[in-house]
């Protein structure tokens, strides 16, 4: 995984908080997020929808929605930028395990 905030790499913030992170999608619509925020485990189960014409991707729990935009998407790979921040390059890019 890497993490970009403001178009700089900001990796190492990012795993300095949240360590063993991934996410996996099901056919059904289903996700679960698994990671240790600073030590602690922490999954999250919730719903996922692609929406206009797949550019937009959008993530709900029982506590909150998140919408990202999708810049890249493939069987190999998806990076996503998270919509509606206060930092304009929220960007994660994900590769399958």
């Not at 890249?72 to 790979?77: G, I």
Request: charged share 20%; proline share 3%.
């Amino acid at each position: 995984m890497k993490y970009e905030l403001n178009n700089g790499d900001s990796t190492f913030y990012f795993t300095s908080m949240i360590t063993n992170y991934t996410i996996t999608f099901t056919t059904e619509g289903a996700y679960t997020e698994s990671f240790e925020y600073y030590g602690t485990p922490v999954t999250i189960n919730g719903y996922y929808v692609f929406q206009d014409n797949i550019s937009e991707l959008v993530l709900s729990d029982e506590d909150t929605t998140r919408v990202f935009d999708v810049v890249n998407l493939t069987t190999n790979h998806l990076t996503i930028e998270l919509m509606n921040t206060p930092d304009d390059d929220d960007i994660y890019f994900l590769e399958p395990l």
